[in-house]
């Protein structure tokens, strides 16, 4: 078959170019293999471990915004408290530990220097990690339960031993469960694997967020406000993730040919994405600025000086309380310079370009490149920081603007989605390209 551009110079709509990813039989079975392993973890989050109480389980995730956040990268599942009620948060954590040691450990700068070779131990490490993250996780959701009223007998004596040792090693095995399906997606399916069940999660979570739509039906002019600047976050964010800076760059190299020596060059760029840290930025300053309310609430019915404290600093940090999303936006942007810096020095990009003969033009190869990339870099993310800072607090403004107070819009949840979709489909184009079909992504 030929492309829909030579047969008539038009290109495909979205549907036509889904109808003919369909068509190619290959790319077909990836598809349906993706959507069957999604499938599998829906069914498997609905699972829940033994000896819950469903109505305080509830009643503690209306109180505890930190459960809340968590219950982002689970889909679901740990408000059920199924056996993969952790998600692949683990993984996430111990992937992030990775990263942020590798320039500090200098045997995982080499292993990180080892190519593909180097790139398969350090994923072996990420799993290594993930277990007892996963371990210490899971305890700490059941001792948190424990004290919910939702769970009895959580310890390592008497009894209550062989329960605790079965529901965390459930939760565990769960984790690595998924940590699986996503790998088996990344390997056999259509896009990352381990992204694609955290946006399923959040897929997942649609009906109770058009549910909580409907419990204020009096504010109809408000809802229609509000998925109007949630439309305008996700335009904003589709252009803030596509946006970069573009360095040319000059390569020269050398030819043997008919017994002389021939120098030839060609020009690329080297593209710098604005927002290169993505969503983690998001997850520290959200985790950081949870901590200290929910500490505080659970010394908030002590008597004396302890509970007053306790009781103050809980209702500070609040997602109703300025200061929680001044706070949060101050992070954002800090955690963003951070990540991004210690991510850019890794790449080892003035090194790389040495190696292979490139340079950057105007620039002299070596040092001076890597302190004019780092200046480009450190001036770009300036723009990106302000960008997630934004989106980070961008719900809040948009429920004081609107009044809707009933659906509570996580940009988290906006960023992962719009980031996971616009990588999928552009590994579909790629797909699509390769088999002289036109693709999504114009």
């Known amino acids: 078959m030929v492309s829909a551009e030579a047969q008539g110079g038009r290109r495909p709509s979205l549907l036509q170019a889904a109808i003919e990813a369909f068509s190619v039989p290959d790319l077909r079975s990836k598809i349906l293999f993706t959507l069957a392993l999604l499938a599998i973890y829906r069914v498997v989050a609905h699972i829940p471990i033994p000896g819950l109480n469903a109505l305080e389980l509830e009643r503690l995730f209306q109180t505890n915004q930190l459960q809340g956040f968590l219950d982002l990268f689970s889909g679901g599942a740990l408000r059920r408290m199924s056996i993969v009620a952790l998600g692949v948060f683990p993984y996430i954590t111990a992937s992030i530990v990775i990263q942020l040691l590798t320039p500090v450990i200098p045997q995982l700068q080499a292993l990180s220097r080892e190519g593909e070779m180097g790139r398969v131990k350090m994923n072996r490490l990420v799993h290594w990690l993930t ?220 090194e790389n370009l040495q190696r292979n003969g490139g340079f950057v033009l105007g620039i002299r190869p070596g040092k001076p490149t890597q302190d004019y990339l780092n200046k480009i870099i450190i001036r770009i993310t300036m723009g990106g920081a302000l960008f997630l800072g934004f989106v980070a607090v961008m719900p809040y403004m948009a429920s004081l603007i609107t009044g809707v107070q009933a659906i509570q819009l996580s940009s988290t949840s906006l960023l992962i989605m719009v980031g996971v979709a616009l990588d999928t489909m552009r590994q579909l184009e790629a797909q699509l390209m390769m088999r002289s079909y036109e693709g999504f992504l114009r």
């Open 131 to 350: 277990v007892p993250v996963a371990v210490a996780q899971g305890f700490g959701q059941l001792v948190l339960l424990q004290q919910a009223n939702v769970l009895t007998n959580v310890g390592f004596t008497g009894d209550a031993l062989l329960p605790t040792l079965a529901a965390i090693a459930s939760m565990t095995a769960g984790t690595m469960f998924l940590v699986w399906l996503g790998e088996l997606i990344s390997e056999r399916g259509i896009g990352n694997g381990i992204s694609l069940i955290i946006f399923a999660g959040i897929v997942a979570g649609f009906p109770d967020l058009i549910g909580q739509g409907f419990i204020d039906r009096d504010n109809i002019l408000g809802i229609g406000f509000f998925a109007i600047i949630g439309l305008l976050i996700i335009a904003l964010i589709v252009v803030f993730n596509e946006a970069h800076r573009r360095i040319p760059v000059q390569y020269g190299r050398s030819i043997f040919r008919g017994g002389r020596m021939y120098r030839q060059g060609g020009s690329t760029y080297l593209p710098l994405r604005i927002n290169s840290a993505g969503m983690i930025p998001l997850i520290f300053a959200f985790s950081i600025v949870i901590l200290p309310g929910t500490v505080a609430s659970y010394f908030a019915t002590s008597a004396g000086w302890l509970g007053t404290g306790a009781a103050f600093v809980a209702n500070l940090f609040t997602p109703t309380a300025p200061i929680y999303w001044v706070l949060t936006f101050l992070l954002v942007v800090i955690f963003t310079f951070f990540y991004t810096l210690v991510v850019f020095q890794q790449q080892n990009l003035a």
